[in-house]
C-alpha cells in the first residue's frame, strides 16, 4: 500500500500516489505522458464544447455592475431567522462564514485572480448575473463551515448544486496554492520565541510545540473499500496529523494516510519524522542543565506517539516524583486536542462522514481548512463562540497506546522531569 500523503515539512507541500486503483492520474503538478495525453484530450474536449456555448456565454454582459455585488444582504434576508443564528448583522457574518468581513476580504484578495482569469460559464445565479468573486468564496466557505450538502448550501445562496461544487473546488485549488505562507515551519527566531511561551506558560524548557492526530471518517464504494482504509472503529476515514505552537497555529500538517494506520505508524510515514530524525528539524539551541545533563528542542506528544529524543510523550508511572512533569506535558499536549477540536467545529465538513469522497482530492480539502484556520489567528480574527466543539476531536476513538521507547528519548524525559522538580 503506498498511500497519497500531502504535508508540507518547510512551506512546501508532498504528495504521495494513492493505492493501485487510484494511480490512474497522479494529482497535484506530477504527470506521466498517459496522463498528459489525457489532459490534452480533455482540454482539447473542453475548448471544443466551451465553443459549442459562445452564444451562451456571451449573453451576459462581463460589466461588474451585473455581477451579483449584493450577494451579504440577500444572503442575510433569507438565513438570518435560521435557528441558533445572531441577531447583529456583523457577529452573523462571523457565524457563518467563521471569518470577520476584513478577514474575508484578505481572503478574497489571496484568490481573486485566479477565480477571474478562467471563462465564467456555468457560474451564472437564477438572476442572470455571474457570480462575484465575493459570492463564490463566500459559497466555497460556507460549504467548508457547515459540511452541509451542495444542494443545502446551493438554497442558501440561489444557485445549483453543480456551481456549488465547481466554486468550492476552484477556491480549494486556488487557496491551495496562494495561501502557502500561512502554514511554514518557524524560522529561528519565530522558535525561539514559541519555545518561551511554552516555558512561561507550561514550564517546560526547550519545547516546540504539540502533536496530535485526527481521523476524518467517510463512506467508500465497496469497489474501494479496504482494510487500510478500516480504522480501529470500523469506520473509513483518512489521517490528518498536525503539529501546533502555543497559539494553537498549525507548523505542520500530514494528511492523506488511510484511518486503518496505527498512530505511530502514521508519524513514521510523514515528512516531519524524516526531517526531524534527520536534523533538519528541531535542531536549534540546546539547553544545558548541567555537564551531563542537557534538554534538546522536542514537541510534546501523547501515549499513542513513541517516546523519541525529539517527541516526548508522558509517563504510565502517576508516581509524585513524575507528577509535575505530567501536569505540565498535559497542560502543553491539550493545545494540539483544543486546535483539532477548533478546526472541526469551524470546518465542519471535517467532522461529519463524508459522502464518497475522492481520495485523491480529500488532502487538498483538508489542507485549505487548516490554512484558514491558520489565516483566522494569524489575522487576529475571532471565532464565533458557538463553533468550537466539545468533547474531543476524534470521539469514540481510543487510544492506543505505543510501547517504543528510545533511550534518548528516555534521557531527554528523564532531564526535563528533573528540571521540573528541582523548580517546585
Known amino acids: ?170 477556491f480549494i485549488e486556488a487557496l491551495e496554492e496562494r495561501a502557502k505562507h500561512h502554514l511554514k515551519w518557524p524560522d529561528r527566531d519565530r522558535m525561539e520565541e514559541i519555545k518561551s511561551k511554552f516555558e512561561k506558560s507550561f514550564g517546560l524548557p526547550n519545547c516546540c510545540g504539540a502533536i496530535d492526530s485526527t481521523h476524518i471518517v467517510m463512506t467508500l464504494p465497496a469497489v474501494e473499500t479496504s482494510d487500510d482504509w478500516c480504522d480501529q472503529e470500523k469506520n473509513y476515514s483518512m489521517f490528518l496529523q498536525g503539529v501546533v505552537d502555543h497559539e494553537m497555529r498549525f507548523l505542520d500538517i500530514v494528511t492523506g494516510w488511510p484511518g486503518g494506520m496505527t498512530v505511530s505508524r502514521l508519524l513514521k510515514c510523514s515528512g516531519f519524522y524524516k526531517l526531524c530524525e534527520g536534523g533538519e528539524r528541531l535542531n536549534g539551541n540546546v539547553r544545558k542543565l548541567s555537564e551531563s545533563a542537557e534538554i534538546r528542542e522536542y514537541v510534546v506528544g501523547g501515549n499513542s506517539y513513541p517516546l523519541l529524543p525529539w517527541l516526548v510523550t508522558p509517563y504510565e508511572d502517576t508516581l509524585s516524583s513524575f507528577s509535575a512533569f505530567n501536569m505540565s506535558h498535559e497542560a502543553a499536549r491539550v493545545l494540539a486536542v483544543r486546535t483539532f477540536l477548533q478546526l472541526k467545529g469551524s470546518w465542519r465538513i471535517l467532522n461529519k462522514v463524508m459522502w464518497r469522497p475522492d481520495k485523491r482530492k480529500l488532502p487538498s480539502i483538508i489542507l485549505v481548512c487548516c490554512l484558514l484556520h491558520n489565516i483566522i489567528i494569524d489575522s487576529g480574527d475571532r471565532l464565533h463562540p458557538d463553533v468550537e466543539l466539545s468533547g474531543h476531536h476524534d470521539s469514540g476513538y481510543g487510544e492506543v497506546r505505543c510501547k517504543l521507547i528510545n533511550p534518548r528519548g528516555k534521557t531527554l524525559r528523564e532531564n526535563i522531569a528533573k528540571y521540573l522538580q528541582q523548580r517546585k
Open 1 to 170: 500500500m503506498d498511500p497519497k500523503a500531502a504535508c508540507i515539512p518547510s512551506s512546501k507541500i508532498e504528495f504521495k500516489k494513492l493505492s493501485a486503483m487510484d494511480r490512474q492520474g497522479i494529482y497535484n503538478g506530477s504527470s506521466s505522458n498517459e496522463t498528459s495525453k489525457k489532459k490534452k484530450k480533455n482540454k482539447k474536449n473542453a475548448s471544443n464544447k466551451l465553443k459549442k456555448k459562445t452564444k451562451t456565454v456571451n449573453s451576459v454582459p462581463l460589466d461588474p455592475k451585473n455581477s451579483d455585488s449584493e450577494w451579504w444582504d440577500t444572503f442575510w434576508h433569507k438565513n438570518s431567522s435560521n435557528p441558533g443564528s445572531p441577531e447583529d448583522k456583523d457577529e452573523g457574518f462571523r457565524y457563518f462564514f467563521r471569518v470577520s468581513k476584513e478577514t474575508f476580504e484578505y481572503i478574497c484578495s489571496l484568490v481573486r485572480e485566479d477565480l477571474i482569469s478562467r471563462p465564467p460559464s456555468g457560474l451564472i445565479n437564477i438572476e442572470g448575473r455571474l457570480l462575484s468573486v465575493e459570492k463564490q468564496v463566500a459559497i466555497a466557505i460556507r460549504r467548508l463551515a457547515s459540511g452541509e450538502s451542495q444542494v443545502s448550501v446551493g438554497a442558501s445562496f440561489g444557485v445549483g448544486q453543480s456551481t456549488v461544487s465547481q466554486v468550492t473546488w476552484r
